[in-house]
């Protein structure tokens, strides 16, 4: 499994942040620097991948982090895992899904679709 530490805290701006998961997941040739780019890269990941994110107080990190766990609902191998920011110690909060709660996510999200493309 790869592991990697997303520390906000080090991350100058958001394009830093995309410069960064950019060299880490190595996929240089087609990571776009923008969330949708990111979200794809992610989403079709080839290895198990967990990436923990530790809170730095920027104003970008939340539209990064959300993304990021969209994209480990669509993808099996990826995990995320959000730092505390009140935890010093550097342990993580679980927030990783059981493969059967994304399961039941998926199915609940689509009958969700089916009702919308009915109206």
Do not use: W
């Amino acid at each position: 499994m790869k592991n990697i530490v997303l520390d906000f805290g080090k991350m100058a701006n958001a394009g830093a942040v995309h410069d960064f998961l950019r060299a880490e997941t190595s996929s240089e040739e087609y990571f776009g620097s923008n969330l949708d780019a990111m979200f794809d890269v992610l989403s079709t990941i080839g290895e198990e991948t967990c990436i923990t994110v530790v809170h730095g107080g920027t104003d970008f990190e939340e539209k990064f982090i959300s993304v990021m766990k969209d994209a480990a609902e669509e993808q099996e191998r990826l995990t995320i895992r959000v730092q505390d920011p009140a935890e010093s110690d550097g342990k993580t909060s679980e927030k990783a899904e059981k493969p059967t709660q994304r399961l039941f996510r998926f199915l609940k999200e689509s009958r969700r679709q089916k009702r919308r493309r009915k109206n």
